[in-house]
DNA sequence: TAGAAGTATCGAAACGTTTCTATTTTCCAG
DNA sequence: CTGGAAAATAGAAACGTTTCGATACTTCTA
């Protein structure tokens, strides 16, 4: 493996001198700094990250801990994040599970942006005491070495709920995602409000856990006990929509027909299901973008604005 | 930022003897250990990955570099790695774009996993010089110091084609992804093989990118030139598929009555079209628990099995 | 033409670990 | 007790950079 030093010896020059000349430090003549860096090209040099991550105290990196890479919401906010990440000529390296951990304590990045319920609170206010900026987006921690940024659930939920209501729908039931996490939270928030200003009371409440499979034993839960069912289930995401869709439909049941069922998130397929599943839209690229943008301006300690993402809410045939 | 020296310090003791305490060295008598490892915990101390990369000349990392966070086949591909190489002991990190070259240029894992056709035969090459082990999974790099794993595509496919060929289609066309690439160039000869073994000629190539788009745009031009069409679309991968589908059912074509298609990969979205695609399924996870085993062996130079990912054909409502 | 004022270059310290080698302490057999 | 082995601890070098401060060489300026 090249170093520097064999640059140097290559070069008949110090060691400082490679370093200043392919930094592009102005106190090296142009000519100089060409012939370094051709000598460098040749015989295949390339700066050590661990070296130049100790001296210098920084990676130019950007962490992203995310649960898992099956996600449908990740992909755009991943892409997101890494487009105006690289815009600023940092890195970004994504991990999952309990890689995240250590990446975070062994300090692989100059940032973190979390995105994983699997990390506990605590975990990561320990890891904030020797790590900044941490950007937290699936809940919220109110600890002044966290920064929070959240989607906007709450009113983006009220307005599904109410284009509900205004459809006639009265005996509306709410299906919970994992209930403490701080998107069911909201969102649910956002479903009881309009529920309330419309003078209307919940007709049962389901709780699952985000996840398809979820979905699917609410449905079979209902079925196999004969419970009376809502005439709309108004979900806190897709993916249990379309896991009490799927088991329903399979049961006979046609929608919206016999009842009707919303989502949040819009992920893909929701738009490719029969019926097609009316959900709220997040711009996920551009809230990517946005969170690239806060941890950024936090690195530099820039002042910044408080960001939120609005979603949009997207009637289609479900209901 | 507490450092090794805090830590000695406050236990009153060397550096060294710190260090072996932390990484569990028989040297340190038991109780030692246990009391430095509390002061070290007190004080909130976490070895720097920088300054350990930089001494053990290693990482305990892998990095898989991947095309983009969109594609519906990475997921499983990375879970499976990065269950395997959790149980090793090792870290998974992901990355795109120039993020990878960056990544890959500095060192900043031990070894890597390339699923990405952005990263050239030769940048791969060159980076091989300084880093290895590299294991290319979307092509074949013919390239002592580079270790190539791919899915079985030839097999599966001619057995696919052989299916469709058996259900009576004759006016068969191959729809091509990006040309060139290891995995059209596989899939299309064993689909090939298929057609020749049958004594079938082909009734007509298209070529798209592997994108969905790039199905819409070829279904387009056989509608808008009113050209012929074949009875039975053989696609390079769902997607493309599911382009090809979406378009012509939109023009009142219905599915298989009036052609049949099939696809490759067998993404999830597939199950659910109507009617559902037939396609190839791989096992991603176990595929991918294969290539960071074979990683693992590398890095240990141990002797190891060529592994190749086998494919099952997936005959559903399309044809 | 002496000195000042730049340029170009270099030497060495430092970043925070690991680990080789050396030193001190403990313990036990004789 | 004492000598010496074993156990515990410490010192210092090294990993490959960056960067501060110093030195040598030019080129002006008066």
Known sequence: ?????????????????????????????????????????????????????????????????????????????????????????????????????????????????????????????????NFRPIIVLDRRIEDGSIYNMTIENHDAMYEMTKEIIARGYQKIAFVHGVKDVYDNLTRYSGFLKAMED?????????????????????????????????????CANDEMAIGIMETMQKNGFVIPQDFGISGFDDIELSGYLNPRLSSVKVNHFEWGKSIAKTTLKLL????????????????????
């Open 198 to 234: 419309s003078g209307l009371s919940v007709f049962h409440e389901y709780v699952g856990n985000f996840t398809k499979q979820s979905g699917i034993e609410i449905a079979k839960h209902i079925l196999n006990n004969h419970l009376e069912m809502p005439k709309m289930f108004v």
């Open 300 to 319: 530099n300690l820039e002042k910044f604005d408080i960001q939120k993402q609005k979603g949009e809410v997207m009637v289609r045939d479900s209901f």
């Open 1 to 129: 493996m090249a170093t520097i030093k064999d640059v140097a010896k290559a070069a008949l020059c110090s060691i400082s001198t490679v370093s200043y000349a392919l930094n592009n430090d102005k106190r090296i003549p142009d000519v100089t700094a060409k012939r370094i860096k051709a000598i460098a090209a040749d015989i295949g040099y390339f700066p050590s990250g661990a070296a130049r991550n100790l001296k210098k105290r920084s990676t130019n990196r950007i962490l992203v801990a995310i649960s898992d890479f099956g996600g449908p919401v990740y992909h755009e906010l991943l892409d997101g994040i890494h487009y105006q990440l690289m815009k600023n000529g940092y890195t970004m390296i994504v991990s999952t599970g309990s890689s995240s951990d250590t990446l975070l304590k062994e300090r692989s990045a100059d940032g973190a942006v979390i995105a994983d319920i699997h990390i506990s609170d605590e975990t990561l206010v320990q890891i904030a005491k």
